[in-house]
């Protein structure tokens, strides 16, 4: 038997506009392929109830979404929801509104239109919207988060491109999207990791609990050899949260004792570090006093260091 659930307070509300189709808000697939499978008397009147106002619309006149969060669609579901829709047909209607130009864009069910494309549908069920493009962009959203159909990456771009449009604080969007403020702000966090490790985790290779992990590392090279130890799978989230407190305590207490020893500095290596800097264009450290010490000195690519090799060794 298909699942249901409420669309929930966020999603239903932007939805209803007390038109004919009401009773189609009131409900929503919580398993899609599922719910097309089912074919007991309940699951029947529901479709009616649904599809009483939809019109049929050539499915090639539906086109994407531009603020559609999800980008990513996996083809093997798509043909198994094909294959549903081949014996069952469309249950829940697309949502669409008119372009203006002959076109329609999806509001809601791109995914069902895509396994449509695949059976071979001329026509789907399509109620007719009409929305602005913030209303459409919450939609997609909301649909999506509510499905749970969006990766980690996907959900925080599609928070960050609502409030961006929209102008919309943290805690505005979390009402608005029916989650707690500490759960959009963490999601929103992702987006501040390298795009590689941004692209591990919306290829599940990084659970998003590692990636947390990772944004508390501020040494580069310390986050780069935890992010490649995760990649085999044998570090835990937890490991990983305990590793990462434990490389900024030594971040930290590193940075307390370089503070330290630069008050105990005498003037004379100060000046001679801004020599350094300058003459190497560089970031220089002088670690030691006027009797003995040593230099590091930073390089941040192959050709930097060569470069660093033609002056020192001219």
């Keep these: 038997m298909a699942r249901r659930i409420g669309l929930g307070r966020g999603l239903n509300a932007l939805l209803d506009n007390n038109d004919d189709d009401s009773e189609y808000t009131t409900i929503v697939e919580s398993d899609e392929t599922d719910a097309q499978a089912s074919t007991d008397e309940p699951v029947k009147k529901e479709r009616y109830a649904s599809l009483q106002s939809a019109i049929q619309l050539p499915v090639d006149k539906l086109v994407p979404n531009p603020g559609q969060p999800r980008k990513n669609f996996d083809e093997t579901e798509l043909k198994e929801l094909a294959d549903s829709i081949s014996a069952y047909g469309i249950i829940q209607p697309v949502i669409a509104a008119d372009s203006g130009d002959g076109s329609y864009i999806i509001i809601a069910g791109e995914r069902r239109t895509r396994a449509a494309r695949i059976a071979g549908l001329e026509t789907v069920p399509v109620i007719i919207r009409d929305y602005t493009d913030q209303k459409r962009l919450e939609i997609s959203l909301i649909e999506n988060i509510q499905r749970s159909d969006l990766n980690p990456i996907e959900e925080a771009a599609a928070y960050k491109n609502l409030m961006d449009f929209s102008g919309l604080s943290q805690d505005e969007l979390a009402l608005r999207v029916s989650k707690n403020r500490s759960t959009v702000a963490n999601a929103l966090r992702l987006l501040k990791l390298p795009v590689e490790i941004q692209k591990s985790v919306e290829e599940g290779k990084v659970s998003s609990g590692h990636a947390r992990a990772l944004l508390s590392v501020a040494d580069v090279r310390e986050r780069e050899k935890l992010y490649r130890e995760m990649l085999t799978g044998n570090v835990s989230v937890r490991e990983a949260e305990k590793r990462a407190s434990s490389l900024t305590?030594?971040?930290?207490?590193?940075?307390?004792?370089?503070?330290?020893?630069?008050?105990?500095?005498?003037?004379?290596?100060?000046?001679?570090?801004?020599?350094?800097?300058?003459?190497?264009g560089t970031k220089v450290v002088i670690e030691g006093d006027l009797n003995k010490g040593r230099i590091r000195i930073d390089y941040y690519s192959m050709e930097d260091l060569e470069r660093l090799y033609e002056i020192l060794g001219s």
Excluded: Y
């Design 249 to 280: 305590e030594k971040k930290n207490a590193d940075e307390t004792h370089a503070k330290s020893s630069a008050k105990k500095r005498s003037p004379e290596i100060d000046a001679m570090t801004e020599k350094f800097i300058s003459k190497l």
